[in-house]
């Protein structure tokens, strides 16, 4: 009866909206999502956010979990932190949140501040809430622009593929960062 009403539901929701409003998560609804592929249209979509990342303070969403116990350097090889850093549509620490990066980011170099990014980011807003991308990839902090893979998502954002550009907005001598982040994904 449940399942029925919602898969009712759900028709009457195809017939009026797109499928990006119906999604649906059930083991069976996502095979048969996955067998229909070739006949979907991929698309692009192009997504513009700020990466708040706040180490320092008495609410930090950044913290260090672990670092290397026997070797010490400059670019803080070993250091592992996890976050759950709020997006905003905007630069300011207060306009629209649109969702949250979780996930860890660690100094993965000897020789220059690079970090290997292991990141989900969760949207929360609009079309997007609910849907999620998972990015991975290597962020050399101090260069303009760092270029990261998108390889995968959830949601309306099912097999997406793409890349991510991050540039420093700000930062402070407690190291926090404002991150600008422009996200192009071909998805289905
Ligand atoms: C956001 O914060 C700025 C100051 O940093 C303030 O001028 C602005 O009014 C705030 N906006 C909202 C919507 O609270
Ligand atoms: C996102 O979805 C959740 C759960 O469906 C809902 O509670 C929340 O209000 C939604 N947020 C926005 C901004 O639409």
Redesign the pocket.
């Known amino acids: 009866m449940g399942k029925f009403y919602k898969l009712t539901l759900c028709s009457i929701l195809l017939l009026s909206l797109s499928l990006v409003h119906c999604i649906d998560q059930d083991p069976i609804a996502v095979e048969d999502w996955f067998k229909g592929i070739n006949t979907m249209k991929e698309k692009i979509t192009n997504l513009h956010f700020f990466f708040h990342d706040i180490v320092s303070g008495n609410s930090p969403t950044a913290m260090r979990v672990a670092q290397a116990s026997s070797y010490t350097s400059l670019t803080g090889f070993g250091n592992l932190v996890m976050a759950d850093d709020v997006l905003t549509s905007g630069p300011e620490p207060n306009s629209t949140v649109v969702g949250q990066a979780q996930g860890i980011y660690a100094s993965a170099s000897m020789e220059d501040l690079s970090f290997l990014m292991t990141m989900n980011l969760a949207f ?3 079309d997007f ?2 849907s999620s991308l998972s990015l991975l990839g290597r962020n050399p902090v101090l260069h303009e622009y760092r270029e990261m893979p998108i390889v995968g998502g959830s949601g309306v954002f099912r097999m997406a593929r793409g890349i991510a550009t991050a540039k420093t907005y700000s930062f402070n001598l407690l190291g926090d960062a404002i991150v600008e982040y422009n996200v192009v994904v071909s998805h289905y």
């Open positions: 929360s807003d609009g809430n609910g």
